[in-house]
């Protein structure tokens, strides 16, 4: 697959992130990474409206995650998302948390497909989709 644009979003820690230990409990990561993912749908405006008059939307499958480095409590970063890989109905997208000085905090690869909500299950991505996804031209 020829390399796919990276979409960027920008979140902060919050006290709401923290667990008892006082960092970033490893569910939160996956939730910022989610919030990342739907930054980069909804700007190529496949939201949730969109999902919703469809019937069809992006699903995961499998989740890699490994944590490099501690986030802390009101710290800035990037969550960088691109597709790296997709085949058929199934694709890979790798998304990266870094700060300013591209430090890498956390990385994650998602196995995702296109599911259709009234089918319940996977189905080819259309067009629009593939855009979305930052998929080549089909």
């Not at 930054?39 to 469809?54: M, N, P, Q, R």
Request: aromatic share 10%; glycine share 8%; charged share 25%.
């Amino acid at each position: 697959m020829a390399d796919a644009s990276v979409h960027k979003c920008e979140i902060i820690i919050l006290e709401h992130h923290l667990d008892a230990y006082g960092h970033v409990n490893n569910v939160a990561y996956i939730g910022f990474f989610e919030q990342a993912r739907w930054d980069l749908i909804s700007s190529a405006g496949c939201g949730l409206e969109y999902v919703k008059s469809t019937g069809v939307g992006p699903v995961v499958l499998e989740i890699q995650t490994k944590f490099r480095k501690e986030l802390k409590l009101r710290q800035r970063v990037t969550i960088k998302s691109q597709m790296v890989s997709w085949r058929s109905k199934i694709g890979t997208l790798r998304q990266w948390m870094e700060d300013d000085a591209g430090v890498l905090y956390c990385e994650a690869l998602f196995t995702m497909g296109m599911f259709d909500l009234k089918q319940r299950r996977l189905v080819t991505a259309d067009a629009t989709w593939a855009r979305a996804l930052g998929l080549p031209s089909q």
